[in-house]
């Protein structure tokens, strides 16, 4: 009862007294009845997007952009967005990547450097034979 009287308090405070209704008795929040929260839906990244989901008949679009944005950004981080090139990713069928081409040819430090930072994208396996994506760097596809 006291909880009940608590909310009816913040709730008439919080209102301004010319837009106050009478409270109705069986209109309360009654904290008893409340269940346990349903904990959140786990982001997409962590399990739409796991290389051990199911094959699926295609690349998945959405995955393909989140890990590829990833390494963009952990590139910029560590190779330096000092250069602009085209980075070409040809990922097999397991969802790894099966190589990576850099147009125009940069730096041997910083293609080295390109090449193992988006070597490590990976996607739920697909049952196509391969797929290929073309990546501005440093920015957007």
């Given at each position: 009862?006291?909880?009940?009287?608590?909310?009816?308090?913040?709730?008439?405070?919080?209102?301004?007294?010319?837009?106050?209704?009478?409270?109705?008795?069986?209109?309360?929040?009654?904290?008893?009845?409340?269940?346990?929260?349903?904990?959140?839906?786990?982001?997409?990244?962590?399990?739409?997007?796991?290389?051990?989901?199911?094959?699926?008949?295609?690349?998945?679009?959405?995955?393909?952009?989140?890990?590829?944005?990833s390494a963009?950004?952990?590139?910029?981080?560590?190779?330096?967005?000092?250069?602009?090139?085209?980075?070409?990713?040809?990922?097999?069928?397991?969802?790894?990547?099966?190589?990576?081409?850099?147009?125009?040819?940069?730096?041997?430090?910083?293609?080295?450097?390109?090449?193992?930072?988006?070597?490590?994208?990976?996607?739920?396996?697909?049952?196509a034979s391969?797929?290929?994506?073309?990546?501005?760097?440093?920015?957007?596809?």
């Amino acid at each position: 009862m006291a909880a009940r009287l608590l909310v009816l308090a913040s709730i008439a405070l919080s209102c301004r007294q010319e837009d106050a209704a009478p409270i109705r008795a069986d209109r309360v929040f009654d904290s008893s009845r409340v269940e346990e929260p349903i904990a959140p839906a786990p982001a997409p990244s962590s399990t739409r997007c796991s290389a051990t989901g199911p094959t699926t008949p295609d690349i998945d679009k959405m995955c393909l952009k989140a890990t590829i944005s990833s390494a963009d950004a952990v590139a910029q981080a560590s190779c330096g967005a000092t250069v602009t090139t085209k980075v070409t990713l040809t990922f097999a069928p397991a969802g790894t990547v099966a190589a990576v081409a850099l147009d125009p040819p940069v730096a041997p430090a910083v293609a080295s450097c390109l090449r193992a930072t988006f070597e490590k994208c990976r996607v739920p396996p697909f049952a196509a034979s391969s797929a290929w994506v073309r990546w501005r760097y440093p920015g957007k596809p």
